[in-house]
């Protein structure tokens, strides 16, 4: 067995990715103020095993402070780590980029129906949002009715979050019936 060790070469950008959801998941993260590799220790264990390289991941963590992603405080012997607001809405983009919905084996015989109603000045969201729409396979009902067979609260909920919508803007209906439903049903296979 080889005394040497070998780590991931991750690009900077995965790194980055991986500390703001860590912290973004994890919320405030509080160390003991002991060891001076505290968060390679840290973000090792987290990623279940995977290696970083200690220089690639001590510049990416120091760059994510001097550009204010992140605030590093200590009190009492201990490092307080948390997102600011902007590190949060990046750490938001992340997980919007890698956003999925699981699919149960059977469908429960609920539609959950989408609806938006956001102002002309907000364009720029309303399209985004049907692009994800899109990406997530949600079949379009109506111009911004939009459909989907199997639980997704959790998502839109993410999404009305990160686009900063209202209920009244970003809705959620669970049904049981929408109607002629068989074209839809072909759709998704159901």
């Known amino acids: 067995m080889s005394q040497y060790k070998y780590y991931f070469k991750k690009p900077k950008t995965q790194i980055t990715k991986d500390i703001l959801t860590w912290l973004a998941v994890g919320g405030v993260v509080a160390i003991a103020a002991t060891s001076p590799y505290f968060i390679v220790n840290i973000l090792k264990s987290f990623r279940g095993g995977n290696r970083y390289n200690r220089k690639d991941l001590h510049n990416t ?6 550009e204010g992603y992140l605030v590093i405080t200590v009190k009492n ?34 539609w959950r129906i989408v609806m938006f109603d956001v102002a002309h000045v907000h364009r720029m969201k309303r399209e985004a949002l049907r692009g994800l729409l899109k990406r997530l396979e949600f079949y379009q009902l109506q111009k911004s009715v939009w459909i989907y067979p199997y639980h997704c609260k959790d998502e839109i909920d ?9 209920h009244d803007e970003l809705r959620l209906i669970v049904a049981e019936d929408i109607g002629a439903s068989a074209h839809v049903r072909k759709v998704f296979h159901i």
């Open 61 to 66: 963590f120091y760059r994510l402070r001097q």
């Open 77 to 110: 012997h201990q490092i307080f780590i948390e997102l600011t607001e902007k590190g949060k809405k990046r750490a938001w983009r992340f997980q919007i980029n890698d956003l999925k919905i699981g699919k149960p084996k059977r469908w429960d015989g609920k």
């Open 158 to 166: 993410l999404l009305r979050s990160f686009f900063g919508f209202t």
